[in-house]
C-alpha cells in the first residue's frame, strides 16, 4: 500500500489547507475576542464588546466548519491510500490563479476511462505537471472516479510508462481501426442568428413547429417544456433507417440543473421529449404557435423577473443548421469498447499488444490520442457518441444507434455548455428508428 505523505500533502492539497485555515483563523480570533475583548482584521487589532454572543457562534461555527471538513477531506485521502489502485493518467488541462489551481487528469480503470480534476496549491511541484504529462494516481477501488495524483500525496516519484505504440504504428493501426468500425454519420454545423428562423427550419433553439389542436409537450410540474433543437430532415443528408422527411425535435425542461434528464430513469419521457412531425402543415404560422404560450429559451431568460425562478439551459440563443455527410469511426471519447477495438485492429496488422490492459491514452502519443478523441466529438446525427465520462448503457443495452448529440460549442459569448464543457446524447434502437417510432429514447448528458 501506498503511504501518505503528510508533508506533501499539506504542500499541496489547497481543499485541506483551506480548512485549516478556517480552524486557524476562527480558533485564533475566537480566542483573543473571548479572553481579551479584541478583534484582528485587515484594518488592524481593535478592541470590541465581548458581549457579543453572535459574533462568538459565528467564529466557533467557522473554526468547526474548518474542523470537519479537514477531518472528512483527510478521512477521503486515507480511504483513497487504503484502498486505492495505481494507474496511469495523463494531465489534460491545468489553470492557475494566485495561491490556488486546478489540474485535470484522465485515466482508465477496468475498461471505463474516467475524467478528474483537482484543486491544488500553486507551487513547482504543481506548476510542473503540464499538458500531456504522464502520471499515477491513485483510483479508489469502490467508487474509481475518486482519485488522487499520487506524486502530489506521496514520496512515491516511479515514472508512468511512455505510449505503446510509434507514431509509425499508429498511423497503421488508426487506418485499419477506421477501416473495421467506419458509420456513415452526420455532422451539425451551427451558427448563431439574430434573426429568427422560420419556423419548420433545422434549428438548435428557438420558436419549435406545433399543430395548434395537439397537447404541447409539459414536465412533471406542467411547464412546457423548451426546444433544444429541430432537424428538419428534408434537409438532412439521407442515412440508413433514418427518416428522410418531416421533422424530429427535442425537448427539455428548464426548472433544473439536470435540463430534465434522470440519471435514475433515463428513458422516461417525464422532463424532456422526442417528438416526430411526419408530415408539416404549411399553414401553421409563428402567431399561431405564440398564442399556445410557447416560449424558447432566449424568451424565457429575458422575461423572467421572477428571482426565485432560475432558467437553466444549454443554450438560450437560436442557431441556423446546416449538416455535413461524413463517416466516423471508434474512438476514446466514444465508445468503451475502443481498447478492444484497438486490440482487433493490431491482430490484424500482426502487431503486439500490451499483455496487460491498458487505458486508451496508454497506447498511442498525447498528440496521436486528442486527434483520434476529437473526431468523436461535435454535434451530429447517427455514427459513435461521444462522452466525457462514461457510456450510460448497460451490457445488452437496445438503445444501439445515436439518434442525436449536441456537443459543447463555445466561442466567447456564443455559445452552448452542457454543465462544464459536456455533451448530451440521444438513443434509439434500430428497429425502433425504422419504425418511426420515438417512444422508447435513452436521453443521457455528462460533463468533466
Known amino acids: 500500500m501506498e503511504k501518505i505523505s503528510l508533508k506533501k500533502t499539506l504542500k499541496n492539497d489547497y481543499t485541506l489547507i483551506v480548512s485549516l485555515c478556517c480552524i486557524l483563523v476562527g480558533g485564533i480570533i475566537f480566542i483573543l475576542y473571548d479572553k481579551f475583548g479584541i478583534i484582528v482584521s485587515k484594518r488592524g487589532i481593535k478592541s470590541v464588546d465581548k458581549d457579543n454572543a453572535l459574533l462568538l457562534i459565528l467564529l466557533a461555527a467557522l473554526a468547526l466548519f474548518g474542523l470537519l471538513n479537514t477531518l472528512r477531506r483527510y478521512i477521503r485521502i486515507r480511504g483513497i491510500f487504503e484502498r486505492g489502485v495505481s494507474v496511469t493518467a495523463t494531465v489534460y488541462g491545468t489553470s492557475f490563479i494566485k495561491d490556488r489551481g486546478r489540474i485535470s487528469y484522465r485515466y482508465s480503470h477496468e475498461g471505463t476511462e474516467y475524467r478528474s480534476h483537482l484543486a491544488v496549491s500553486r507551487n513547482k511541484e504543481t506548476q510542473a505537471l503540464e499538458n500531456g504529462k504522464k502520471i499515477f494516481v491513485l483510483a479508489d477501488e469502490r467508487n474509481p472516479k475518486h482519485s488522487l495524483i499520487l506524486a502530489l500525496y506521496s514520496d512515491n516519484v516511479e515514472q508512468p510508462p511512455a505510449f505503446f505504440y510509434s507514431a509509425g504504428q499508429a498511423e497503421l493501426i488508426l487506418a485499419e481501426l477506421k477501416n473495421q468500425t467506419r458509420l456513415p454519420s452526420v455532422a451539425i ?53 433514418f427518416p428522410t422527411a418531416g421533422l424530429l425535435q427535442f425537448f427539455i425542461g428548464s426548472g433544473d440543473d439536470m435540463y430534465g434528464a434522470d440519471l435514475d430513469d433515463p428513458t422516461g419521457q417525464k422532463n424532456w421529449r422526442v417528438v416526430y412531425h411526419e408530415s408539416v402543415d404549411g399553414s401553421i404560422t409563428e402567431e399561431s404557435v405564440r398564442a399556445l404560450g410557447i416560449q424558447t429559451a432566449k424568451s424565457l431568460r429575458e422575461g423572467s423577473d421572477d428571482e426565485t425562478e432560475e432558467i437553466l439551459l444549454p443554450l438560450y440563443d437560436e442557431f441556423a443548421l446546416s449538416f455535413e455527410k461524413t463517416e466516423s469511426c471508434i474512438t476514446p471519447a466514444s ?3 475502443f481498447v478492444d477495438a484497438v486490440r482487433r485492429a493490431a491482430d490484424a496488422l500482426g502487431l503486439p499488444f500490451p499483455e496487460d490492459a491498458p487505458s486508451s491514452h496508454e497506447l498511442f502519443s498525447e498528440d496521436t490520442y486528442n486527434e483520434l478523441y476529437e473526431q468523436g466529438t461535435g454535434h451530429k446525427i447517427g455514427g459513435y457518441p461521444s462522452f466525457t465520462q462514461y457510456d450510460p448503457r448497460s451490457s445488452g443495452d437496445t438503445h444501439d444507434m ?47
Not at 417544456?225 to 443528408?237: D, H, T
Open 402 to 448: 445515436l439518434l442525436f448529440q449536441m456537443d459543447s460549442d463555445y466561442s466567447g459569448s456564443d455559445e452552448i455548455m452542457w454543465g462544464d464543457m459536456g455533451v448530451a446524447n440521444f438513443f434509439i434502437s434500430r428497429e425502433a428508428l425504422s419504425r418511426r417510432d420515438f417512444s422508447d429514447i435513452l436521453y443521457n448528458w455528462d460533463c468533466g
Open 335 to 337: 465508445d468503451d469498447r
Open 189 to 241: 454545423h451551427a451558427h448563431k442568428t439574430e434573426i429568427p428562423l422560420p419556423l419548420t427550419a433545422s434549428k438548435f433553439g428557438g420558436l419549435p413547429y406545433w399543430k395548434p389542436g395537439e397537447p404541447y409537450p409539459t414536465g412533471s410540474d406542467g411547464k412546457k417544456l423548451v426546444l433544444l433543437a429541430q432537424l428538419n430532415m428534408a434537409e438532412v443528408p439521407p442515412l440508413k433507417d
